[in-house]
């Protein structure tokens, strides 16, 4: 019998033998399926071109992740701790809490868009340039 299991980026794999007792064998991740082109991924990774891809997605990503997240928490914190703020009615049946929670599927909406005029923009063709050399260097038909 052979059981294998996945923890901490360690393939632990578990093989019985005939008598019951098991055996112990460890393998780390990164030199499974390691082949002779693993070079190519590293040099990419160091390569210009992977690092403005990189610098263009996070200087994106991780500002507008921030804002939303501040966005987000400072919306629980209102309604938990401003109540009484939050609870102003300003329509029939509507009040402060109910827009601004409407807000927060808007704006979901806004930086989903946002990221796709971004992307279409900034990392689209870059990425497919860059898709296109690894799969040149590796000899992958696709």
């Not at 019998?1 to 990164?30: M, Q």
């Not at 629980?76 to 109540?83: C, K, P, V, Y």
Request: with cysteine; net charge negative.
């Amino acid at each position: 019998h052979f059981v294998a299991r996945f923890w901490n980026g360690v393939l632990f794999a578990s093989c019985f033998n005939r008598n019951g007792a098991t055996e112990e064998k460890f393998e780390h991740w990164s030199s499974m399926a390691s082949t002779d082109k693993d070079g190519v991924w590293v040099d990419t990774q160091a390569s210009p071109e992977f690092k403005e891809l990189r610098q263009k997605f996070r200087s994106f990503a991780f500002p507008v992740t921030v804002a939303f997240l501040v966005w987000y928490f400072g919306y629980i914190l209102l309604t938990a701790f401003a109540r009484d703020w939050v609870s102003i009615e300003v329509a029939p049946n509507i009040n402060i809490a109910i827009i601004l929670g409407v807000l927060q599927f808007a704006t979901t909406f806004l930086i989903a868009w946002l990221y796709e005029r971004h992307s279409s923009k900034n990392l689209d063709d870059a990425s497919d340039d860059l898709r296109d050399k690894i799969n040149e260097q590796i000899g992958h038909k696709g």
